[in-house]
């Protein structure tokens, strides 16, 4: 081991050591009597008997370095240097906490301590740690993340697609497994072929040990060793810490799994009694070095419970901040040039990436076969070989790693745009996209935003059958958090992405695959475009019709059927699913009174319901008849042509519906 590797264990150091451990072990003492008292509430996951690992791994590391904890992160953030009245504060809920109060427990973040927060998924923080990781990667930084899991969390896919990716990329993380052998309450050897975790990351590549995580000074030495090779070579390492926690998993935990001869065997062995006796059997503390650190840590907590009961709660009127960023401001009209180009609508969203990127060096694309494959619906072709491997980044098939390491490189700074290949891979995404990208601003309370842009192809049509036919647009358009975009035109597919990779959050896009070969003519300086309202695509009187995406086309032309027969519609596409613009739907409606709306999903809980319930909010008494819908039948999107076409929106269904409105049918 060479020298800046070994831990200098000097009256100043071992006294940080024990202080860090004592600190942890005290504060989360102090949270559990809270937990009683019900001054905090939730769950309360507690690291007592685990303290060594983050004593020797945090400081360790740099002030610009990333940390990613798990639920059970309290001590992690005391030694990271978050104060413990903001720790407490928002323990209580409080505004004055870490997070503002609305993360709690388990969603600890500190933005001035590179701190990204707890995560209460298992294993949701691995794929967030591999993009920070990334995104200092592309930009050359010179920083290290570290990822604080349990053990639990390698059953997780996950995990392995965290590895493989970070093996694969070579990206500077240090992965800390806390293998407190329980995960919540079933033994490792019950729930695992493999109970050597680190012999699961070694199988990707990357450099493994296991350590005892009950000794610091072990761990510490581990940790300058891992962290110094990190900055050397860029690569990945892992750390498996064999530990023990003396509590329950969380207070509601009434530790049925194990007894109590077991715990207090442990507790016999524990780091702060190991630690601490060694030092004074060596002489190199006192007994009134303890007791003077207790004292100190004591009177701290005590202060930090005074900062707690003293806050204040967040009003209610603010219960909607932090869900989403400042909105930016619409972007300038471009000058058009007069001259007209005849482009696909797969070639226009291939130059709205193209002009991205020449635009932004943050912005590159990832997903699977983007790169040499040329994409899926070949939007990318051609794309690599201009911009290189790196900012045309082929993925693994692994939805949930990719799409967590682009919203980690969004919040590291990056702009990064995901292909997901279809709508139904992006439900292997969904945890990733929901609980994290859509969630992680309002948690931090504000302090973390994902400038991140998903892009997907959706929709029926093309005797995909019933696994890859989906229109699951509106699912996501449920999510709070999350921006949701349809571009139906040519000059949306061109300029809808540059607006929504200058947004603050998440943006997703959906891309109808019937509308990849649609060919029209764009003007040549086509640019960004407004992506938050409605546009009236067709002008009439005596009902609108409200639609979006794949849909709209068949719209129009059922609106001109109409008009052969006297009926003239407002065609509407919504353009924005989240947020709806609700103001150009109600206009519509106050003039024509009565609305149909098509929609390519299901229609049980669908997009088009929440249209319709809005509508009957805002407009009742503007209607002359009840709203209707032209939605997807209930059944798997079948294969054969003419059942395909039968379970989806068509022109004659439109126009039928209509009629039938009309008193016409």
């Not at 360790?60 to 413990?84: N, S």
């Not at 709660?313 to 603010?318: G, L, N, S």
């Not at 005797?463 to 449920?478: I, K, N, P, T």
């Amino acid at each position: 081991m060479r020298a800046p590797d070994k831990p200098k264990l000097d009256r100043n150091h071992v006294l940080a050591l024990l202080r860090d451990m004592i600190r942890v072990r005290r504060f989360e003492d102090k949270c559990a009597e809270l937990y009683t008292q019900e001054k905090i509430r939730g769950f309360l996951h507690l690291y007592d008997g685990e303290e060594a690992i983050s004593a020797g791994v945090i400081p360790v590391l740099g002030p610009r370095d990333r940390i990613v904890a798990t639920y059970r992160e309290h001590g992690h953030a005391l030694v990271r240097g978050v104060p413990m009245t903001k720790i407490m504060a928002e323990m209580y809920g409080k505004a004055e906490g870490s997070s503002g109060g609305r993360g709690g427990s388990m969603h600890i973040f500190d933005a001035d301590t590179n701190f990204y927060g707890g995560n209460a998924i298992v294993g949701g923080g691995l794929p967030l740690a591999t993009g920070l990781a990334l995104a200092d990667r592309m930009q050359g930084a010179d920083k290290v993340t570290t990822c604080f899991f349990g053990e639990g969390a390698v059953a997780e896919g996950e995990f392995h697609e965290a590895m493989n990716l970070a093996a694969l990329w070579s990206l500077p993380v240090l992965f800390v497994c806390e293998n407190n052998g329980y995960a919540m309450g079933s033994a490792l050897a019950r729930t695992e072929a493999e109970t050597d975790v680190h012999e699961k990351a070694a199988s990707y590549g990357l450099e493994a040990r296991q350590i005892d995580g009950m000794d610091v000074v072990a761990v510490e030495a581990a940790a300058r060793k891992a962290i110094g090779k990190i900055r050397e070579t860029g690569k990945p390492i892992f750390l498996e810490c064999k530990t023990y926690r003396f509590r329950a998993h969380s207070m509601f935990d009434a530790q049925l799994y194990r007894d109590k001869a077991e715990i207090e065997e442990w507790r016999k062995h524990g780091p702060i009694v190991r630690f601490q006796g060694w030092l004074l059997e060596n002489h190199l503390i006192h007994e009134k070095d303890v007791t003077q650190i207790e004292t100190d840590v004591d009177a701290e907590i005590a202060s930090a419970v005074a900062f707690a009961e003293d806050g204040t709660w967040e009003p209610v009127e603010r219960l909607s901040q932090h869900v989403l960023g400042p909105a930016p401001a619409p972007p300038e009209p471009t000058k058009p040039s007069g001259e007209l180009v005849e482009i696909t609508y797969r070639e226009a969203v291939k130059q709205a990436i193209r002009d991205a990127m020449i635009r932004d060096d943050r912005v590159f694309l990832m997903g699977e076969d983007v790169g040499a494959y040329g994409g899926c619906y070949a939007v990318s072709k051609g794309l690599m070989a201009e911009f290189g491997e790196e900012r045309i980044r082929d993925t693994p098939l692994s939805e949930s790693g990719f799409t967590g390491a682009g919203i980690g490189a969004a919040a590291a700074g990056m702009r990064p745009i995901v292909e997901l290949m279809t709508v139904n891979f992006s439900l292997l995404a969904l945890d990733q996209i929901m609980n994290t990208a859509a969630t992680i601003r309002h948690m931090s309370g504000g302090q973390f935003g994902v400038p991140l842009v998903i892009r997907m192809a959706t929709g029926a049509g093309k005797q995909l059958a019933a696994q890859h036919s989906h229109s699951l647009e509106g699912w996501y358009a449920h999510i709070p958090g999350l921006k949701v975009l349809a571009p139906a035109t040519l000059e949306d597919a061109r300029g809808m992405l540059w607006t929504a990779l200058q947004d603050p959050d998440p943006v997703l896009i959906f891309e109808n695959v019937m509308l990849y070969n649609m060919t029209g003519k764009i003007d040549s300086n086509a640019g960004a475009v407004d992506i938050s309202k409605a546009e009236l695509r067709r002008k009439g009187r005596d009902l609108t019709l409200i639609t979006y995406g794949g849909s709209l086309f068949k719209t129009l032309q059922a609106a001109e059927d109409l008009a052969g027969d006297g009926i003239e519609a407002d065609v509407i596409d919504l353009r924005s699913l989240r947020p709806l613009d609700d103001a150009t739907i109600m206009a519509s409606v106050a003039r024509t009174h009565r609305a149909l709306i098509v929609d390519e999903g299901w229609r049980s809980g669908s997009l088009a319901a929440e249209v319709s319930a809005r509508i009957m909010e805002q407009a009742f008494w503007s209607l002359d008849g009840p709203v209707e819908r032209v939605c997807s039948a209930e059944v798997p999107i079948p294969y054969p042509k003419h059942l395909e076409d039968a379970a989806i929106p068509q022109v004659p269904g439109i126009v039928a519906a209509a009629k039938t409105m009309m008193g016409r049918a």
